[in-house]
Structures are given as structure tokens and as C-alpha cells.
């Protein structure tokens, strides 16, 4: 899965913004406060409508007040809209996902839901899934792309008015798309990870294939790695020691009483440190290798300030390791405050943000020809945001 | 002779070098490396590092790519910059056009660290056997090997690239050089 476009209106911070051309790896800088988590958050509520239904998900944000910028009149909707390419029925295709959220008699409602895709290089996009509050149709025959429009199976359904239809349908193989999009933003990794959580011992059972959003489960998905991707646990322990000094080997440990806990050995010593006490920038660089080293990558994964904790020189090699996993096939959006960080990213991955009378707007350093002369000059992304060369990106 | 600064554009070259130069220095000789942040910083603060540098016994080497510039030009700047700050016995050494065009020079080391195994056989294509000539060595590197990245690759390929037998001239001119000055 690629994002192309992101549009976003009304959510939060962003009263009217739009990202296009997203590259598979997106760096975000900044001010505090500029609204860099509000942008995170349209992925993680996204997942959380699907994971939970949209009413809890606005809850969870302080409710549609809250959520809905400031200064807009009630009546209005939240509107976020994604345009990505996917796989459907075997064929990639540029489908537009669209959803209006507003509120009626107090009452949460999905104003507009909208799975959209053109069948064809020329044409209007053609409506695979489309409901107003709660009512509406899927196509269930996405497969026999040549038919003409009228012979596409329509399905009519009704789902809850403050439901999300890829989140009934989606459940059903015969809603192709709303199927494989439902499972896509099912696998959206928005991380928030606490490094307290990842320590300690753990119950040997759990989710072990992917590491949580909290990193609460460590333990189990380095096991995991450990047990049937050895040379990619190799490899793992190979960066470690590159980058943290007296770390010699990693091991996850079963205790006799059922419980994961990592051991990490420093070669000066026979006895191992267990994770509990090891350094907070130990266990962070460990966590994000077991990420990013993932054998299946996340289609999208969020992780704001990776840098914090982590030495200077090693942000240059993280970076182009969220890139390489993006590569891979996922596609990475990062946060920093770090220049160090930012000189390893290019020209086309860096954006900034910049709060104009009380709302988020989004630049892009590829449009801005000053910043693309410099580059072009050999000078890094980090080095010229430090000099102030992003408009606007400063606190005033 | 005891120490041997490299100056350099960014921290790729530092770890292409660490993986060339203990093959070709004794132990003898220490080696440091200044990392400077992009070209316009290794040209600003160049100077001060020079002219404030405490061990008289120190020989430097600049090393920056060419990218889009004029390579006599860029050199010549450099020199004049090195003069200035009271050093013109500094070597100075310009990648032409890129990092990356010692790498192509050398798809041997490419092949057998980064992959694909089938690169190295690509030698003798007209491109590669004077790489210098290329002007997007980096964006070329990556078309032919697609799991490189700037630091980590350079990590990857430095120990592996041969010391005699690289198609880059500006690689030679470098390796040549730094014998020269370290006497070896």
C-alpha cells in the first residue's frame, strides 16, 4: 500500500490542509505544538474507527467537539479523505477513500462513507462502496472489471449510523476492496511506545508476530525472531553491537515459572544484564530493530521522535532504516526534532509544519526552490533547517 | 608521522574509509575524522579546524564530492581555502561526481555486500568502466542495487573494496594520494 494523497478538513488542528504525491517516506518537523501529533492522529483514528467504532473514537479524543477544529460551526463535518494504491482482484489500482463525520439531534453520524477507483485509464471513478448515514450499496463482483457499469452487482446494506462500512462489510470476502481495505488499515502500526512498558518479564503468551504499539510485548516478538528468523535476529544483534557499547549478545530468556525476559551480555562479564536494568536508549535502539526488521512490514507505520534517548551519530543509520523498511514495502511517516536525524533524509521526504491564525498548514521542501537550491549545492536537510532556511517553521 | 585527519562532507565517506584504511595504513598512524554537516559546513568551519589543530605533526585530507560542480573548480576552492588557513600541504581530494561512483567502480564489492550476486558480471558494461563519468552515480547505485543506503552501504562495501583494482579514477587519486602522504 502507497498513500498518494492525504486531505484533511476539519480535524483538529488542520482546518483545510492537503499532502500530495506522499513519497514512502515522509519526515515531519515542526515547532511544538505545530501540530505533528494532530497529523499522526488521522491514521490512528482512522484505525481506531475500524478497530473500535467511530463514537469511541472520537471519546477517546474528547469527543466530536474536540476533535472538530476550532472555530468551526457544529454543523460542519470532519472530513478526511486518502487516496493510495492497492491491490484488488489482482490488479493495482488509485482508490480514494473518503469520510464525512458530523453530528445530528446529538447523535454521531457518517455523514458520507466513499470507496472509490477508476476501472479504466480514462473515465469518472466508479463507486465500489458508498453509504450516507448508515445506507447504501458495495459492489460484490469488483473481479469482472470489463462489465459495463450496470452489470456490476450492486448489494444494498444497512449498517449502524455511526458505523463505518468497511468495518461490517470489510468482514465479508465478497467486498473486495472494502475486504482488503479494512485489513490494511487493521495492520496501520501508529506507535506510542513507552520503554517502561517494554521491559521487564513478560507472559510467554501473547501476540508475538509484531510489535505492540506500546512495545509491551518485546520479549515475545524477539523470541519469536530469535526462534524462526535466526539470521535476521543475527542481524539485529550485529547493529546492536555496533551501536551500544558492551552489548555483546541479545537472548530471550524462558524463566521456570513461564515468563520472557531479554538478557543482554556484555563480553567483559560472564553474567548477563537482564532488560530490567539496562539503559532506557539500550532497550529503545533494541525495540526499533525488532520493528524495523520485521519480516512483514507494517503497510504504514507512525512513530514520532524516534530520536529521543538515542546518541547523535546513530539517527543517520535509523533513518535509513525506517527508508529500507519502507522500501520494503510499508510506508513510514516520522516526526523528529532532530537535525541529525533530518540530514539523512532527502530533499522529496521532508515536510514541515507551520501554524497560520490557529491552523496547521503543511510545506513540503521539495516545492520551496530556495531549499532545493541548496540542496542541490550539497548541503544536508538538518544542516539548513538549523540555519532557519524552513519558512516559517520556527517559533516566533 | 603519527596522525592523519580526514575532513569530510558527511558521515558515509567516514565509513567508507574505516572499512579502506587499515588495509592500507600501519598501526602506526592515527587516523581521525571531522564530519562535517553538508558541504557548506565543512567549508565554513574548514578553516578553523585547520588553522586551531594541535598536533604539529598532523597531515590533513579533505575529501567532498563533486555533485553538480566543476571538479578543477571545487578543488581549486578548497586548496585556496586550505592556503588561506595556513596549510597548503593539506590533500585535497574531490569524488567524482559522487561517493558513489567509487562504489561502481568497484561492483565486485557491491555484489558480494549489498547484493544482487549477479552485479559484479556488469563490470565491463560501458557505463561501469568509467564510472567517473557518470553524473547520478548515487541515483545509478541505487537502480542496480536497491537495498543500499547511504551509511549503512558505505559501512557494508568500505572493507570490501579492493585497494588496485577500482574503474574510479577519483578513487585511485584518493587512494594514491593517501599513500603519498603516509608514506606507505
Redesign the interface.
Known amino acids: 500500500m502507497l498513500i498518494e494523497t492525504l486531505r484533511i478538513k476539519n480535524f483538529k488542528s488542520f482546518r483545510q490542509a492537503e499532502m500530495k504525491n506522499l513519497p514512502r517516506f515522509c519526515v515531519v518537523v515542526g515547532a511544538n505544538g505545530s501540530g505533528k501529533s494532530n497529523l499522526f492522529d488521522v491514521f490512528g483514528f482512522l484505525k481506531d474507527c475500524l478497530t473500535f467504532n467511530v463514537k469511541q473514537a472520537l471519546q477517546a479524543r474528547g469527543g466530536f467537539r474536540e476533535v472538530l477544529s476550532r472555530g468551526v460551526d457544529e454543523t460542519e463535518s470532519i472530513e478526511l479523505e486518502i487516496k493510495f494504491r492497492m491491490n484488488i482482484a489482482g490488479v493495482e489500482r488509485l482508490v480514494t477513500y473518503l469520510i464525512e463525520i458530523g453530528i445530528e439531534n446529538r447523535q454521531v453520524v457518517v455523514r458520507r462513507e466513499v470507496l472509490r477507483y477508476k476501472r479504466g485509464r480514462y473515465g469518472s471513478p466508479y463507486h465500489f462502496l458508498d453509504f450516507i448515514k448508515g445506507t447504501g450499496y458495495a459492489i460484490t463482483n469488483e473481479e469482472d472489471f470489463d462489465k459495463q457499469d450496470e452489470e456490476l452487482e450492486r448489494e444494498q446494506q444497512n449498517v449502524g449510523k455511526d458505523a463505518l462500512a468497511i468495518k461490517g462489510l470489510g468482514q465479508f470476502e465478497r467486498f473486495k476492496a472494502a475486504n482488503a481495505f479494512r485489513q490494511l488499515i487493521e495492520n496501520w502500526h501508529v506507535s506510542d511506545f513507552h520503554i517502561n512498558l517494554a521491559r521487564g518479564s513478560k507472559e510467554a503468551i501473547g501476540e508475538y508476530e509484531h510489535l505492540s504499539v506500546s512495545g509491551d510485548n518485546l520479549q515475545l516478538v524477539a523470541r519469536n525472531i530469535y526462534e524462526n528468523h535466526p539470521d535476521i535476529f543475527q542481524e539485529i544483534v550485529t547493529a546492536m553491537k555496533h551501536r551500544v557499547p558492551g552489548v555483546s549478545q541479545v537472548e530471550p530468556i524462558l524463566t521456570q515459572d513461564g515468563r520472557l525476559i531479554l538478557n543482554f551480555q556484555d563480553k567483559t562479564f560472564k553474567d548477563p544484564f537482564i532488560d530490567k536494568y539496562v539503559s532506557d536508549g539500550t532497550i529503545k535502539m533494541f525495540a526499533y530493530l525488532v520493528l524495523l526488521y520485521d519480516p512483514e512490514p507494517h503497510p504504514l507505520l507512525c512513530i514520532e521522535e524516534p530520536e529521543n534517548q538515542l546518541y547523535p551519530?546513530l539517527l543517520?543509520?535509523l533513518a535509513?532504516?525506517f527508508?529500507?523498511y519502507a522500501?520494503r514495502g510499508g510506508q513510514v511517516f516520522v516526526s523528529s526534532h532532530s537535525?541529525d536525524f533530518l540530514?539523512?533524509v532527502s530533499l522529496e521526504e521532508v515536510y514541515w509544519l507551520v501554524k497560520e491564525q490557529g491552523y496547521t498548514q503543511i510545506r513540503r521542501a521539495e516545492e520551496d526552490s530556495q531549499l532545493k537550491a541548496?540542496i542541490?549545492?550539497?548541503?544536508?536537510m538538518?544542516?539548513l533547517w538549523k540555519e532557519g532556511l524552513f519558512p516559517g517553521a520556527d517559533p516566533r | 608521522m603519527n596522525q592523519l585527519v580526514f575532513l569530510l562532507e558527511e558521515p558515509s565517506a567516514k565509513a567508507m574509509l574505516e572499512g579502506v584504511l587499515p588495509r592500507l595504513l600501519g598501526d602506526n598512524v592515527n587516523v581521525v575524522y571531522v564530519v562535517f554537516e553538508g558541504k557548506q559546513d565543512l567549508e565554513k568551519r574548514l578553516p578553523r579546524r585547520l588553522r586551531a589543530w594541535q598536533n604539529p605533526n598532523a597531515r590533513f585530507v579533505v575529501m567532498r564530492d563533486q555533485d553538480s560542480g566543476d571538479c578543477y573548480e571545487i578543488k581549486r576552492k578548497l586548496v585556496g581555502i586550505c592556503e588561506e588557513a595556513g596549510r597548503p600541504d593539506v590533500l585535497v581530494r574531490v569524488a567524482c561526481h559522487e561517493l558513489e561512483s567509487f562504489y561502481l567502480g568497484d561492483l565486485q564489492a557491491v555484489a558480494s555486500t549489498i547484493g544482487p550476486n549477479t552485479l559484479a558480471k556488469q563490470q565491463n558494461n560501458a557505463k561501469y568502466r568509467d564510472p567517473d563519468r557518470l553524473n547520478n552515480a548515487a541515483q545509478e547505485l541505487k537502480r542496480i542495487a536497491k537495498a543500499y543506503q547511504k551509511l549503512a552501504g558505505s559501512r557494508a562495501i568500505g572493507p570490501a573494496l579492493s585497494l588496485d583494482e577500482n574503474r574510479s579514477r577519483s578513487f585511485n587519486q584518493l587512494i594514491g594520494g593517501i599513500k603519498e602522504l603516509a608514506g606507505v
Do not use: V
Open positions: 551519530t543517520w543509520e535509513e532504516e527508508r529500507a522500501e537535525p540530514n539523512a541548496f542541490a549545492e550539497g548541503d544536508q538538518g544542516y
